[in-house]
């Protein structure tokens, strides 16, 4: 890989120490960093080399005094003082850039990661380019960009409107990290490099297709941000609709980031909106309420800091939608998310339709589940196939079983964090697992309609579901003929009940 510089602005921050440091650890301990790298973080914060190297340690696993690796790792980091808002500081900028360039041997490849607020996105593009810092005919020059791209249709498109102006297309790198999971990624591996499912993936074999991301955690002291965004903006806008753009997408032509980026495209771009006369009957919104788990109380979103204690953000939303295309037409898709659940865990729950006439007696529950091709995103990564098995003993009787798999299985193999996968894909100039500038446009043309009626009024109700619980139990009614899955946190386990 070509020796390059990351630039991080916004260094001093949240995601610099407990996700982007730790990740580039990651890389640094499976020996997948360039030889020639550095990390150059940068925002208005007064700190030296040593102060920033110093913070940078907190999320990492070990102290830098226990691990010579660490403390070798932590060189590769230095620091830059700029007002990050004001385009004059950018040629001190600049001057840096070249020095550090100078003194590592490390020729002009540089990656830009705005790890800042959300307004700073069109700022610190405008800035670089004012000094002639996108564009190189030395080296590469690459942007992240980190969610929340927009925060509805029209501010997403003054977004892309505003990158392109300083950056290409194939320069710019949105980061969802949800398609740095390992097992997101393997969704397009269980489809297109096996014989046996994509024949039977689509409207004549699958009745229907659920997706869940639960969190059992609220929203730990990023109240005033989310208090302006919800669970639909939050989740379902970015990461929920990508995990329905890969279950859902046709067999790209050939693996390349454009090849698989123009299919996911086409599934967004064939979403049925949902209009507002019906958005009752396919949406469900609701907001966590105060309530005991395992003795202790626990608050509600409305007493949670930074939220407005009349707030009527949701904190859980459940969709049902269709994909109008030749594959999917008429399958219902079901997604849902929510915070405070009972527990972490995220999946994607192919349900294929029932045998057309019921010969056997089946035990309780066996008959009302479907077949279940279950895809495990996290905790618990796998995948489980649900069949119906003959009880053995006399007559005919059947029951579900499970056929699983767990990455953990695979003993050694090292499951590499998102953000590690994602920043070393952006180094290797490798687009596939980001987000592409009009797939995020489309993905907000359906999530705008709903949107607004979330922000019109009181027209929509919000439901309150206490703290622990699956959310509100109107959520059960916009599922045909079937119920949500109620997962627990072992892959291999269900019911209706959790441990929490
Ligand atoms: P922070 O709020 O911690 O901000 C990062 C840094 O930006 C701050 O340390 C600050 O550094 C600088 N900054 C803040 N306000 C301004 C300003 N007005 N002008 C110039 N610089 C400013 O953000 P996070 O680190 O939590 O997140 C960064 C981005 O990533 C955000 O857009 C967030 O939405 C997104 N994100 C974060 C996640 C997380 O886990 N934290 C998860 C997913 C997305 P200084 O004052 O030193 O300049
Ligand atoms: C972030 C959201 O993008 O994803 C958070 O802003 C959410 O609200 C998080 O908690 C969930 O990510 P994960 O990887 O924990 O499922």
Avoid at 123 to 139: F, K, Q, T, Y
């Amino acid at each position: 890989m070509e020796s390059q510089i990351l630039v991080i602005f916004g260094a001093s921050g949240d995601l610099a120490k407990r996700k982007l440091i730790p990740a580039l650890y990651e890389l640094s301990q499976q020996d997948l960093l360039p030889e020639k790298f550095a990390v150059l973080g940068v925002s208005r914060s007064a700190l030296s080399d040593e102060d920033f190297r110093e913070r940078m340690t907190e999320f990492l696993p070990e102290s830098r005094e226990s691990s010579p690796d660490i403390e070798t790792f932590l060189q590769r980091l230095s620091y830059f003082t700029l007002q990050t808002g004001e385009a004059a500081e950018y040629e001190r900028l600049k001057r840096h850039l070249e020095e550090l360039s100078a003194a590592t041997g490390i020729p002009p490849n540089t990656i830009y990661y705005l790890a800042t607020p959300p307004s700073l996105y069109e700022v610190i593009p405008r800035c670089l380019n004012a000094v002639r810092l996108c564009h190189s005919d030395e080296g590469f020059r690459r942007l992240i960009v980190e969610k929340p791209f927009g925060t509805d249709l029209s501010s997403a498109q003054d977004l892309n409107r505003n990158l392109l102006s300083y950056f290409r297309e194939d320069q710019i790198y949105r980061i969802d990290h949800y398609l740095g999971k390992e097992t997101v990624q393997n969704m397009l591996v269980t489809r297109f490099a096996n014989g046996i499912f994509e024949p039977i993936w689509n409207l004549n074999f699958i009745h229907h297709v659920e997706i869940t991301s639960a969190e059992s955690l609220g929203v730990e002291g990023r109240g005033g941000y989310y208090d302006h965004s919800g669970a639909l903006r939050d989740m379902v806008q970015s990461h929920l609709l990508q995990l329905v753009g890969l279950v859902a997408m046709e067999p790209p032509v050939v693996v390349e980031a454009d090849a698989i980026r123009n299919e996911v495209l086409k599934v967004f771009q064939s979403l049925r909106p949902i209009t507002p006369d019906q958005i009752t009957k396919h949406v469900v919104r609701g907001q966590y309420i105060a309530s005991t788990i395992k003795g202790d109380p626990v608050k509600g979103y409305r007493d949670e800091e930074g939220v407005n204690p009349l707030s009527r953000t949701e904190t859980f939303v459940a969709l049902k939608f269709f994909i109008d295309s030749w594959r999917w037409g008429g399958v219902p898709f079901y997604i849902r998310t929510g915070k405070k659940l009972p527990a972490r865990v995220a999946e994607v729950v192919i349900h294929f339709k029932r045998p057309p006439r019921h010969l056997f007696q089946y035990e309780e529950n066996a008959l009302t589940n479907y077949n279940q091709l279950i895809l495990r995103v996290q905790p618990d990564e796998g995948i489980v196939l649900k069949f119906g098995l003959k009880v053995p003993g006399p007559g005919f009787r059947v029951q579900t079983v499970n056929m699983d798999f767990h990455y953990d299985d695979l003993g050694n193999s090292h499951l590499p964090s998102a953000y590690a996968r994602l920043l070393l894909d952006c180094m290797q100039g490798d687009a596939t697992l980001f987000a592409r500038g009009d797939a995020v446009e489309e993905a907000w043309k359906f999530i705008q309609p709903i949107s607004d009626v979330f922000a019109s009024g009181l027209d929509m109700p919000i439901y309150g579901y206490p703290a622990g619980t699956w959310g509100p139990e109107e959520a059960e009614g916009i599922v045909d003929d079937a119920n949500w899955r109620y997962p627990c946190k072992n892959l291999s386990n269900d019911g209706t009940y959790c441990e929490l």
